[in-house]
Every structure is written in C-alpha cells, then in structure tokens.
C-alpha cells in the first residue's frame, strides 16, 4: 500500500487567516484508492521551508500532495521549492503560458508579466492542465517519491485532484488495499 504525506502552503494557513479545507478533502481521496497517509503539515510561502518538508517527505512516503503556493506573484513559492527539492531548475514552458493565456481571454482580461511566471515548472515535471484556473499544476517523480503540487484555490484543487491526480495514482500505484474508517 503507497504511503503519501500532504503538504498544504500558505502564510495565510499559518496565521490563522483561512482554514486549510484541500488537506482533508485530499485524505479522503487517498483513503478511497486505498493509499495510507502518513502525515499532513502546513507549511509558510517560504522556499526553503516548503523544499525542506518535501525532502523529509520524500524519506517517509512514496507520494507527496502539495497544495497552494501556485499563483502568480513572489509569495507563491511552490515552484521553485519543488525544484530546489529535487535539486533541478525551473524551466519555462511555451505550451503552459499559451494556455493561461487563452483562459484570460476567455475571462475577457489579459495576463500580466507575473502570471507569466505560472507557465515555469521544475525540469522534468510532467504539467498539468488547469481546466478550472489559471495555474497549471504539475507531477515531478524523482527516485525516492513523486510530487503532485496542485492550486490551493479548492473548486481547482478539487477538479485537479479528481480528474488528473487520482487517476494518475491509480496508475502508478495500482490499488493494493482497502481503507475503512
């Protein structure tokens, strides 16, 4: 049975601001393909903070969820803490940056310069589409444990978590057991 750890990101967490919803609605999606979650934390918009949870995820559990620290301004850090993780750079992605361009012109607006740095994702990652949102998500499977950093935005958490990353596990880590609770 695949072990996962889910990391939530946000100052906004931390100081009681919001309340995390996208961790227990990702356990109750794990615990339905029968993965054990080993831990959950929250973790401040900080690079090294967030790099550091991932690799001592990484030790622990075969699947690390992260959620949140995907938009566009310089306090969404996830990015570039996933790559710092795994010890590889950011990389542009023409393909990404024209899909958030067509969804800005489907909300009738144009993306700034900062939304361009939505369209960087670690070398290697496989993206993933945002349906629902602006920020792509993304997979980095490295030799330890895959990465899946999706949105903290939770009606794109909640699609993204759906329609890409559960089918994604079911393929990677075919079910090999049931959680009742």
């Given at each position: 049975m695949?072990?996962?750890?889910?990391?939530?990101i946000g100052t906004e967490?931390?100081?009681?601001?919001?309340?995390d919803t996208n961790a227990p609605y990702i356990a109750?999606?794990?615990r339905e393909?029968?993965?054990?979650?080993?831990?959950?934390?929250?973790?401040?918009?900080?690079?090294?903070?967030?790099?550091?949870?991932i690799q001592q995820a990484?030790?622990?559990?075969?699947?690390?969820?992260?959620?949140?620290?995907?938009?566009?301004?310089v306090d969404d850090p996830t990015r570039e803490a996933v790559a710092l993780a795994?010890?590889?750079?950011?990389?542009?992605?023409?393909?990404?940056?024209?899909?958030?361009?067509a969804r800005f012109r489907r909300f009738g607006t144009t993306p700034t310069d900062n939304n361009k740095r939505q369209a960087?994702?670690?070398q290697g990652a496989k993206a993933l589409e945002n349906p629902v949102g602006t920020a792509p998500a993304f997979i980095l499977e490295g030799a330890k444990c895959v990465v899946i950093s999706i949105p903290?935005?939770?009606r794109e958490m909640e699609h993204l978590i759906q329609y890409a990353a559960i089918p994604y596990l079911q393929c990677r880590f075919p079910n090999t057991g049931v959680i009742r609770s």
């Open positions: 695949p072990i996962a750890e889910i990391i939530t967490i931390l100081l009681g601001e919001i309340v109750r999606a794990l393909i029968g993965t054990d979650l080993y831990r959950m934390v929250s973790v401040g918009d900080n690079e090294q903070r967030i790099a550091q949870a990484c030790e622990r559990a075969d699947i690390i969820i992260t959620t949140g620290g995907l938009g566009p301004t795994f010890g590889v750079p950011t990389e542009f992605r023409p393909e990404l940056w024209e899909q958030i361009q960087h994702i670690p903290g935005v939770p």
